[in-house]
């Protein structure tokens, strides 16, 4: 692992370990954070599918119907039926923080109440075939609109999930051994130079030494001549 | 208060207009586009979409994966259902956890 580029002096090294106390914190809050995540959205998603297939399912039957229907009527006359809604559907949007993530909640409002206004024809000239399809797909307008709210929150939450995801990798497997070998480093450099420092020290003090008392000249000479000392 | 639509061919949206959505009828993808791009720029939630014309659709779809609204929901036209839908869910578990862990369930 490449260490920082710094000098490796005291004060850098004290910087580098405030950052490294940080960034390991910030590891374990967002190590927590992806967990909890994850927990909320396999809830959701789990939810989402059962009900998408729900939906699915339902769908596929108005569908039937609705073809049936406009086998038998003229689509001039199909298309007439259907082409001024009684019932209107309005929404209302709000948002729930799961793990700072703002996720939308749907909340519905239709025109009136009564379960007849969604036929707006006459039923004179439309087949009862048209009325299974509307009546299908209002009863699937709940589930629908459930499915837009957790199929929306599943997206965003796995989004989330990976940039968390990322963040904890980036500072599990590049931040934190980064500034661990960077301090590592430092203070074997700062060790190094201490230990360079005496070793200095040592020769210098054996140079005066020499410099007082000429240990070498008086080697040199014969040992009946040696001068006591 | 926000607006829920529904886009897709004249046959699979017909009956969504009896209940009140907006409906805008697109034949190809290249009308479904340009109709999305609309609903996003008005006050509209949530956007049910054929998967018909949503499988030619999907760099337009990602662009709003992650904004808040609107809603892109896949929904099975009249042909019947090409699977899209579910196999979003199963990607955005695989994004989310590394493997699809809920393909056994």
């Known amino acids: 692992m ?14 580098l370990k405030r950052r490294l106390v940080t960034a390991r914190r910030g590891h374990k809050l967002l190590k927590d ?12 998603v789990r939810h989402n599918l059962a009900l998408r297939k729900k939906v699915e399912a339902a769908l596929g039957k108005a569908h039937r119907s609705f073809t049936i229907a406009s086998a038998v009527m003229s689509p001039e006359i199909l298309e007439e039926a259907l082409m001024y809604p009684k019932q209107s559907v309005t929404l209302a949007l709000s948002t729930k923080n799961i793990m700072s993530v703002n996720v939308p909640v749907y909340k519905f409002q239709m025109k009136s109440d009564d379960p007849a206004e969604i036929f707006p024809y006459g039923f004179a ?68 130079n201490e230990r360079g420092n005496t070793s200095r020290l040592m020769k210098v003090k054996d140079m005066m030494l020499e410099q007082a008392h000429h240990y070498a000249e008086r080697e040199s000479l014969p040992l009946s001549e040696a001068v006591p000392i | 208060m926000y607006k829920i639509a529904v886009v897709g061919d004249r046959d699979s949206t017909l009956g969504f207009k009896a209940l009140g959505l907006d409906t805008v009828f697109a034949d190809s993808p290249e009308e479904a586009r340009g109709a999305i791009h609309r609903l996003a720029a008005e006050d509209c939630a949530v956007i049910y979409l054929t998967e018909q014309l949503a499988q030619s659709l999907t760099p337009e779809l990602d662009r709003y994966t992650n904004a808040q609204r609107p809603a892109i929901i896949l929904i099975p036209g009249k042909a019947g259902s090409l699977g899209i839908g579910i196999e979003n869910i199963n990607k955005a578990v695989e994004k989310a956890v590394g493997s699809n862990i809920l393909k056994n369930e």
Not at chain 1, 2 to 15: D, F, G, I, S
Not at chain 1, 33 to 44: H, S
Not at chain 1, 126 to 138: H, N, P
Request: aromatic share 4%; charged share 35%.
């Open chain 1, 2 to 15: 490449a260490r920082l580029n710094v000098n490796p002096t005291r004060m850098e090294q004290t910087k």
């Open chain 1, 33 to 44: 954070k992806r967990d909890e995540l994850m927990r909320q959205f396999l809830e959701i």
């Open chain 1, 125 to 192: 000239t439309t087949s009862g075939e048209l009325d299974d399809a509307v009546r299908a797909l209002s009863q699937t307008l709940n589930d629908l609109l459930e499915l837009a709210q957790s199929e929306k929150t599943a997206q965003m939450l796995a989004q989330e999930i990976e940039k968390t995801r990322r963040r904890v990798n980036a500072l599990e497997y590049v931040m934190i051994p980064q500034l661990e070998e960077t301090i590592k480093y430092i203070r074997m450099k700062l060790e190094e």
